[in-house]
Structures are given as C-alpha cells and as structure tokens.
C-alpha cells in the first residue's frame, strides 16, 4: 500500500494526557498537511509543511500543540495536556508540489474522556 | 481571506439518476485549484477530481465532471448514473497559491442514494 499511512487510527486517553500521532505521507510527496475534523464539520486546517520546513500554522493550533517533520519525511503532531475538546478525527494529507492532487490518510481518531 | 460555500446540508437522489453539488467559492488569488472530495461512514476522506483556475476545460473522471464556471466562481460536482455506494459526505476544496497551498474545505453535503 502506497497511500498516506497514520497511526495510529483510535486512541483514548485521559484528560491532561499527551498523545502524539504520525503521519507515514506518500514518498514522492514534499507537502504534508495536517487537518482536525469534528463530527458534521469539514476538515479545518492546522498545519502544513514542504519537506522539512513548516510553513503554516492555522490559529487553530494553541501551544498544547505542535507538529513536526524533522527529516522531510514522516510527520508527527502532538497535543499536550488533552482536553475534551480536542476530542476529533485528526487527518494527514500530502501532495505533490504540482498540487493537482492530495490525498488523505484513514485519520486518527481521538477520544479524551 | 479565501472561503468555500456548500449550501446543501443534504440531498436524496433516485439511484441511477444524475446528481448535483453545489459549491461557490471566494479568493482574490488569480491562481488556485479546486478539489472534491468523498468521505462514505467509514471516515476515510477519497479525492475524487480536480480543476485549475487556468484550465479551459471542465476535468472530468469516470462518472464525475466538475462544473467549473469561473465567473460565477462555482464549482459544482456533478455524479452522472448515481449508484447507492455514492451515499456519502462530499466536500468541496480550494487551494489558491497566495495562502502558501493551504487546503481549505466547505462544511460538505450529505448525499443519501435511494434504491
């Protein structure tokens, strides 16, 4: 399978826990994008990255959070401190620099009780 | 600021009948791509097509065709011969170059396939 891996796909944890998530991207992809969706909503934005770099962060991401791709390959976000309202599926997508496609991971699901 | 509008929280289509979503959408940015994507109950999010500002013509793959109507700044997703694995979430995307090729999305259609 050559797609956009994440990992993993459930996790439930307790509140003021950390959680990291990672993002395996298709391996011609330079961009890396990484997106929260809530249940009814689209996917919003949080961060982005070509190769190493990270070159955006959505408002959206507070300090609890912070993302990273250190060798321009795999991604990793983590949030610190869990709350109940970062309860969300998390979605990694990545491209190609033309950007006519980007296709999306299965999403890690997460669950703060 | 760049914004996707999809005004149809759901839809029911009769299964092998044409469908149509909406989607407007708003930038000032002359180059941009636009997506549609399917995401069906198992959450998984499925790209489905893609349209350029500059392309001529509207893209088309398999049995979807994106309506692309610049000056209104539309893009609708039409689905010819709907089949009952079409019921899903869709969700319209843009990209324009000035936001650094941030992805954004319409809050989506629930499209519903009847038998």
């Known amino acids: 399978d050559t797609g956009v891996s994440q990992d993993p796909r459930h996790k439930i944890t307790k509140r003021g826990q950390n959680v990291t998530f990672r993002c395996d991207p298709i391996s011609e992809h330079n961009r890396l994008y990484w997106y929260r969706q809530t249940l009814g909503q689209g996917p919003e934005f949080l961060t982005y990255f070509q190769n190493e770099a990270q070159l955006e962060k959505s408002r959206l991401l507070s300090d609890r959070f912070s993302a990273e791709r250190p060798k321009g390959s795999f991604s990793t976000l983590e949030i610190q401190r869990t709350e109940q309202g970062d309860s969300a599926m998390y979605l990694c997508?990545?491209?190609?620099?033309?950007?006519?496609?980007?296709?999306f991971g299965q999403g890690t699901r997460l669950t703060v009780v | 600021a760049q914004k996707i509008t999809q005004t149809q929280p759901g839809m029911f289509v009769q299964e092998k009948e044409a469908v149509t979503l909406d989607c407007t959408y708003d930038t000032s940015d002359p180059s941009y791509g636009l997506f549609w994507y399917k995401q069906p109950s198992s959450g998984e999010m499925i790209f489905l097509i893609y349209?350029?500002?500059?392309?001529?013509q509207n893209a088309t793959e398999g049995r979807y065709s994106l309506n692309f109507q610049k000056a209104r700044k539309s893009a609708n997703l039409v689905i010819s011969a709907s089949q009952l694995g079409d019921s899903a979430m869709y969700f319209c995307?843009?990209?324009?170059?000035?936001?650094?090729?941030?992805?954004?999305f319409g809050s989506g259609t629930r499209l519903s396939i009847r038998p």
């Open positions: 349209q350029g500002s500059y392309d001529q």
């Open positions: 997508a990545s491209s190609t620099p033309g950007g006519t496609e980007a296709f």
């Open positions: 995307a843009m990209r324009a170059l000035s936001s650094a090729s941030k992805i954004i």
